[in-house]
C-alpha cells in the first residue's frame, strides 16, 4: 500500500516556474514506478511525466511539456518532485502524483497507476 501527498502548486504569471513535491509512505518506493498527470476543467487526466524505479530511473514526458518540465526522484527521502518552467497558461490544470509497481505495461497511461494522490491545484495567468 502506497499512499501520496502532493504540494507545491499555486498561481503563478505565464513564463515562471514551480516545483510540485509528492512524498510516498510505505518502505518499497524504490520498486515503484512514480508519475505525474494533469487534469484541466472539461478535459481528460492526461500524461505528463513518469520515472521508473530506483534501479533504472528512465524518464519520460509528454511532448506538451518536454524542455520545460524535469521529473526526479529522491528514493532516500521517498520523493518525486516535478520542475515545471516557462509556464504557460494552458498548463493550468490539477496536478497528481501516481504511483505503480514496476512491471509490464505503458508506463504514460493512466489506468495503469493503482495510487494516486488527491492532487494539487497549479494555475499559470497570462
Known amino acids: 500500500q502506497v499512499q501520496l501527498v502532493e504540494s507545491g502548486g499555486g498561481l503563478v504569471q505565464a513564463g515562471a516556474s514551480l516545483k510540485l513535491s509528492c512524498t510516498a509512505s510505505?518502505?518499497?518506493?524504490?520498486?515503484?514506478?512514480m508519475a505525474w498527470f494533469r487534469q484541466a476543467p472539461g478535459k481528460e487526466r492526461e500524461f505528463v511525466a513518469m520515472?521508473?524505479?530506483?534501479?533504472?530511473?528512465?524518464?519520460k514526458y509528454a511532448d506538451s511539456v518536454k524542455g520545460r518540465f524535469t521529473i526526479s526522484r529522491d528514493n532516500i527521502k521517498r520523493t518525486v518532485d516535478l520542475q515545471m518552467s516557462s509556464l504557460k497558461p494552458e498548463d493550468t490544470a490539477v496536478y497528481y502524483c501516481?504511483?505503480?509497481?514496476?512491471?509490464?505495461?505503458?508506463?504514460?497511461?493512466?489506468?495503469?497507476?493503482?495510487?494516486w494522490g488527491q492532487g494539487t491545484q497549479v494555475t499559470v495567468s497570462s
Open positions: 510505505g518502505r518499497t518506493f524504490g520498486n515503484y514506478v
Open positions: 520515472v521508473t524505479d530506483a534501479n533504472d530511473g528512465r524518464t
Open positions: 501516481a504511483a505503480r509497481l514496476r512491471g509490464s505495461g505503458d508506463y504514460t497511461v493512466r489506468r495503469q497507476y493503482n495510487y
